[in-house]
Structure formats: structure tokens, C-alpha cells
């Protein structure tokens, strides 16, 4: 009687064994997918964080030639000196290259295109505000500029 239970609990035992082993390599398998899936999402996010910095990079260099041409023109306006319009003509010149570019960064996203329209057109405004305050004060019309 001894000697039968011993293959049943050999069988068993190998039994055992190999859903153990099914086990491990089915653990195994959903590691590798958790880890690939892991390396994927930060991948994603890595891509779109350098894409949000370069979007990012393009808008601040808009504001900085704005922000230059505001100054130039202030300071024309308010002293007539030429060497004043040199950042305005610098900013002026760069612009279209840098708006350009910032076009070029959201063009798969609608609604940030849409934004850098609209602040386009806000910007085209304030250049001729500009070209004309700066024309007055050519032409010495000081108190209207």
C-alpha cells in the first residue's frame, strides 16, 4: 500500500511544479509588459514635455520681440532719438520668422493655432499704433505721439 500513494503524490507533485513553473512564466510575461508599458508612458511624456518646452520657447520669443519693440518705440517717441528704434526695426524684422516658427509648433493643436491667430492680429494692431505714433514724432508732432 505504501507504494502506490507515492507515484499519485509524485504525479502530484509534478503537477504542482509545472503550474508553478506556468505561473512564473506567466508572472514573468506580465512584468515584462508592465515594465514595457512604463518605459512607453515615459516616453510619451518625455516627448511631450519637450514639446510643450519648445512651444513654449517660441511663444516667449514672440513676447520678446514685442516686448523689444514696445521699448524701441517708447523711447523714440519719448527722446527722438534714432538709436532708439533699433530694437523696434530689430524686433520688427524678426518677427515674422518667430511667429513662423510658433505656427510651426502648434499646427497639430486647433485651439493654441487658434490662440496665436488671434494674438497675431492683436500684435499686427499694436505695430500700426506703432508705425503711426513714431511717424508723428518724425514728423515733430511730439504732444500727439
Same mark, same amino acid.
Given at each position: 500500500?505504501?507504494?502506490?500513494?507515492?507515484?499519485?503524490?509524485?504525479?502530484?507533485?509534478?503537477?504542482?511544479?509545472?503550474?508553478?513553473?506556468?505561473?512564473?512564466?506567466?508572472?514573468?510575461?506580465?512584468?515584462?509588459?508592465?515594465?514595457?508599458?512604463?518605459?512607453? =508612458? &515615459?516616453?510619451?511624456?518625455?516627448? %511631450?514635455?519637450?514639446?510643450? *518646452?519648445?512651444? /513654449?520657447?517660441?511663444? !516667449?520669443?514672440? #513676447?520678446?520681440?514685442?516686448?523689444?519693440?514696445?521699448?524701441?518705440?517708447?523711447?523714440?517717441?519719448?527722446?527722438?532719438?534714432?538709436?532708439?528704434?533699433?530694437?523696434?526695426? =530689430? &524686433?520688427?524684422?524678426?518677427?515674422? %520668422?518667430?511667429?513662423?516658427? *510658433?505656427?510651426? /509648433?502648434?499646427?497639430? !493643436?486647433?485651439? #493654441?493655432?487658434?490662440?496665436?491667430?488671434?494674438?497675431?492680429?492683436?500684435?499686427?494692431?499694436?505695430?500700426?499704433?506703432?508705425?503711426?505714433?513714431?511717424?508723428?514724432?518724425?514728423?515733430?508732432?511730439?504732444?500727439?505721439?
Amino acid at each position: 500500500m505504501r507504494g502506490s500513494p507515492r507515484p499519485d503524490r509524485r504525479s502530484l507533485r509534478g503537477l504542482l511544479l509545472r503550474l508553478v513553473a506556468a505561473l512564473a512564466v506567466v508572472l514573468l510575461l506580465l512584468i515584462v509588459v508592465s515594465v514595457g508599458g512604463t518605459v512607453l =508612458t &515615459a516616453s510619451n511624456y518625455s516627448l %511631450a514635455g519637450e514639446q510643450a *518646452l519648445a512651444r /513654449q520657447g517660441a511663444a !516667449n520669443q514672440l #513676447l520678446i520681440d514685442m516686448l523689444n519693440a514696445d521699448t524701441g518705440s517708447r523711447g523714440y517717441v519719448l527722446t527722438g532719438r534714432n538709436d532708439y528704434l533699433d530694437p523696434y526695426t =530689430t &524686433a520688427v524684422d524678426r518677427y515674422p %520668422a518667430d511667429l513662423a516658427r *510658433l505656427r510651426a /509648433q502648434v499646427s497639430g !493643436n486647433l485651439t #493654441l493655432a487658434a490662440d496665436v491667430v488671434r494674438a497675431n492680429n492683436n500684435a499686427q494692431l499694436w505695430f500700426a499704433d506703432n508705425i503711426e505714433l513714431i511717424q508723428l514724432r518724425r514728423d515733430g508732432h511730439v504732444q500727439a505721439a
